[in-house]
């Protein structure tokens, strides 16, 4: 008799740990759970744990300590082509003897489905992705762009609620990168799917998310919405991993009505928000988003907190200026400013003050 809970997650992961050699975690101790529908990306480097999670969700590999369900269900011990769940990688992992109908055609034959209700699911499916005029060809004979959007229909043909995603675009070119992002996203929405996606891209994670899992070491550093995980770091990891980000390091002096005095390890005193510091004497490191910085006085606002600093590059991007700076005696302080008609332009050499609201300054661990 399987294990079922009475929950509205559809997702679950229970304290579940994997382990490869009975000594190393992998993976440690994992909490999580997802409502149907959501589209949660599973991000980190290399190593942090992410597809192997992936994959035991799937079933190709099997939970050392824990328990893994769905719909209240554990599946701990049901097979892979039992779970009901599609999966695309991105290697493709199409039949190269078979033609694109072929190919979709394998898990409804699978799953006993009648010749005439396939066939007018494997167009549907095709239509979705825009590929209908490709069922006669092989994976050969398609581009890397095309066989990816086959892999995806593969995995929708047979109407799965969940659908497992691993690095499925890190095969392909920026723009058709960006492309297929945005049509992930809305098919996912469009049909109701539930999605795990794993990547190492914070930028396809920021975009395509409901959801982001930050892994690192094996563990969830954060799970939170692309804005929160951006905006409101919880620790140095996530601060670093998301986005750019400027980083100081110091010692808290005191922490008053929310702002914590934070004496630099260069002498300046700087405030900023406490998140993992609490008393005065605690090592930290402050982080502050490079837009949320502004040389221009005319634009500071109230409050602002400034700072010395001196210009080592001024580059012109496009739609940004990226200016790097000497601050606190660190040569990669980053600060972005909207190309605008009436943005300063500053020359290398030039010393200059720079500010900041204390609260978008956040004191994080050391």
């Not at 489905?113 to 004979?141: C, H, N, W, Y």
Request: charged share 25%; glycine share 8%.
């Amino acid at each position: 008799m399987a294990d079922t809970k009475s929950t509205d997650a559809f997702v679950e992961f229970e304290r579940v740990q994997k382990s490869y050699d009975g000594e190393n975690l992998v993976v440690k101790d994992l909490n999580l759970s997802m409502p149907k529908g959501e589209f949660l990306t599973m991000l980190g480097p290399s190593g942090s744990g992410k597809t192997t999670c992936l994959m035991m969700l799937a079933g190709f590999e099997t939970a050392t300590h824990g328990d893994i369900r769905l719909s209240g269900t554990s599946i701990n011990n049901i097979p892979p082509h039992k779970r009901g769940i599609g999966m695309v990688f991105q290697n493709y992992a199409l039949f190269p003897h078979m033609t694109v109908a072929e190919n979709l055609s394998f898990p409804l034959e699978v799953r006993k489905i009648g010749k005439s209700e396939r066939e007018e699911k494997i167009m549907r499916t095709l239509g979705m992705v825009q590929m209908e005029d490709f069922a006669g060809r092989r994976p050969a004979q398609l581009s890397g762009g095309q066989q990816q959007r086959i892999a995806l229909a593969r995995a929708l043909v047979f109407e799965p609620e969940l659908v497992l995603m691993d690095e499925p675009l890190g095969a392909l070119d920026k723009q058709l990168r960006e492309t297929l992002q945005f049509e992930i996203t809305r098919l996912a929405h469009d049909l109701g799917i539930t999605v795990v996606y794993v990547t190492h891209d914070q930028t396809e994670a920021l975009t395509m998310s409901d959801r982001v899992a930050v892994f690192d070491d094996g563990r969830i550093q954060q799970l939170a919405p692309p804005d929160q995980l951006y905006e409101s770091p919880e620790n140095s990891f996530v601060a670093q991993f998301i986005g750019e980000n400027n980083t100081l390091d110091g010692v808290v002096k005191e922490i008053k009505g929310g702002v914590a005095m934070v004496q630099l390890d260069s002498g300046e005193l700087i405030q900023a928000k406490p998140i993992n510091v609490t008393k005065a004497g605690e090592r930290t490191r402050v982080s502050i988003r490079p837009e949320r910085v502004e040389f221009d006085k005319s634009r500071m606002q109230d409050g602002a907190f400034t700072l010395k600093a001196e210009v080592l590059e001024f580059i012109y991007m496009g739609d940004i200026f990226r200016t790097r700076l000497r601050v606190a005696g660190r040569d990669d302080f980053i600060v972005k400013t909207r190309n605008a008609p009436d943005q300063i332009r500053l020359t290398p050499g030039t010393q200059i003050e720079i500010g900041w609201l204390p609260e978008d300054c956040r004191a994080l661990d050391a």
